[in-house]
């Protein structure tokens, strides 16, 4: 790939990915594209031959990277696509704020999008995926989102258009997300403060926060998110199902299911992304025959093999 079009952002060749994913695994992206504004990207995609594969990626933490890297342009925003605002009880975020960021600069100004707090992710992260906890989800606050079409062009979406499920969207290939708009409910700044110190420290506790992961591996069977009351429900969790199937602590390679969280895939150290998916797909295998269950992923999985 040659003739790239001209930016005021930035292209790199070759880019490995690794360093840019959570589970710090992936092999090059044949250009790494960091627009300077929304317009610079509308430009690109106008001007960029239209057989040329182009995917958007946040701050990866809900992604597996092959070892062979990706062959498209990979385009990952940053300043210039981070601005929050927030009017009355609506926040307009780009999405290359993360939105923790957003849950805080939202609660400061007495809106409550507490459940973004403890999401690793960023905006348009959230949205392609539905992102959710502790019974909330992006849909439950959404007002709508500008992306740039492949072809270059801004547009709206609705939430019809976007057709939000449990982790899941419709939006359509080479589509960038540029902003969100999401609506919340009046609270007070310090109990919502307090509210995401909670489910801060409930994390912390339930979950392996600090290892290298991509959250949970799996959609659980029930079609839901764990909701955070003392009265949820186990019997559909995927790290139940995981857990009846014996694979808690199970490993390959540098890879491993969580000994504190099963629904969680860690990179201890070494893995590849092959170590990983490979793990991923025994899992699955394993709780079909246990139960007749069959997993999901709920983790994207990118690129080509090594
Ligand atoms: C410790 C941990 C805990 C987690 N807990 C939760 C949780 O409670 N709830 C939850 O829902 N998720 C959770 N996740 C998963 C993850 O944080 C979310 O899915 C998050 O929304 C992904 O955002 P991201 O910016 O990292 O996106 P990425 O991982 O970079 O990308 C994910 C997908 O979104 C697409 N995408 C990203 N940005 C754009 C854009 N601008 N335009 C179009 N498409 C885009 C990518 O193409 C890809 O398909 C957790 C992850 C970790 C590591």
């Given at each position: 790939m040659t003739d790239l079009p001209q930016t005021r952002g930035r292209l790199t060749p070759d880019r490995p990915l690794n360093d840019l994913t959570w589970l710090r695994v992936g092999?090059?992206?044949?250009?790494?594209?960091?627009?300077?504004?929304?317009?610079?990207?509308?430009?690109?995609?106008?001007?960029?031959?239209?057989s040329v594969a182009v995917f958007p990626m946040g701050v990866g933490s809900n992604l597996i990277v092959r070892d062979g890297g990706i062959r498209a342009v990979v385009i990952r925003m940053g300043r210039g696509f981070n601005a929050i605002?927030?009017?009355?009880?609506?926040?307009?975020?780009?999405?290359a704020a993360l939105d923790a960021h957003v849950a805080k600069k939202a609660a400061e100004a007495g809106v409550d999008l507490t459940f973004l707090r403890t999401i690793p992710?960023?905006?348009?992260?959230?949205?392609?995926?539905?992102?959710?906890?502790?019974?909330?989800?992006v849909a439950d606050h959404f007002v709508q989102a500008t992306?740039?079409?492949?072809?270059?062009?801004?547009?709206?979406?609705?939430?019809?258009?976007?057709?939000?499920?449990?982790?899941?969207?419709?939006?359509?290939?080479?589509?960038v997300?540029?902003?969100?708009?999401?609506?919340?409910?009046?609270?007070?700044?310090?109990?919502?403060?307090?509210?995401?110190?909670?489910?801060?420290?409930?994390?912390?506790?339930?979950?392996?926060?600090?290892?290298r992961t991509a959250g949970s591996t799996f959609r659980n069977p029930a079609g839901f998110s764990s909701t955070g009351q003392a009265d949820d429900s186990h019997e559909l969790k995927a790290w139940?199902?995981?857990d009846d199937a014996g694979?808690?602590?199970?490993?390959?390679?540098?890879?491993?299911?969580?000994?504190?969280?099963?629904?969680?895939?860690?990179?201890?150290?070494?893995a590849t992304a092959a170590d990983l998916e490979g793990l991923g797909e025994e899992v699955r295998k394993k709780v079909f025959q246990h139960s007749g269950?069959?997993?999901?992923w709920e983790i994207m999985r990118v690129g080509e093999p090594g």
């Open positions: 092999g090059p992206a044949d250009w790494l594209f960091q627009p300077a504004d929304p317009e610079d990207l509308a430009q690109f995609l106008a001007a960029l031959d239209p605002t927030v009017e009355g009880t609506r926040v307009t975020a780009g999405v992710g960023a905006i348009g992260g959230a949205v392609r995926m539905n992102a959710g906890c502790y019974g909330s989800y992306a740039i079409t492949r072809a270059g062009e801004m547009v709206t979406l609705t939430a019809e258009d976007l057709n939000f499920r449990y982790r899941q969207t419709d939006l359509p290939e080479g589509w997300i540029i902003e969100a708009v999401f609506e919340g409910a009046k609270g007070d700044p310090q109990e919502l403060a307090g509210r995401m110190e909670a489910q801060l420290k409930k994390r912390d506790e339930t979950q392996p926060t600090k290892d139940k199902v995981i694979m808690r602590g199970a490993t390959l390679g540098g890879a491993q299911m969580s000994p504190m969280h099963s629904n969680f895939l860690v990179n201890t150290g070494g269950i069959e997993l999901h």
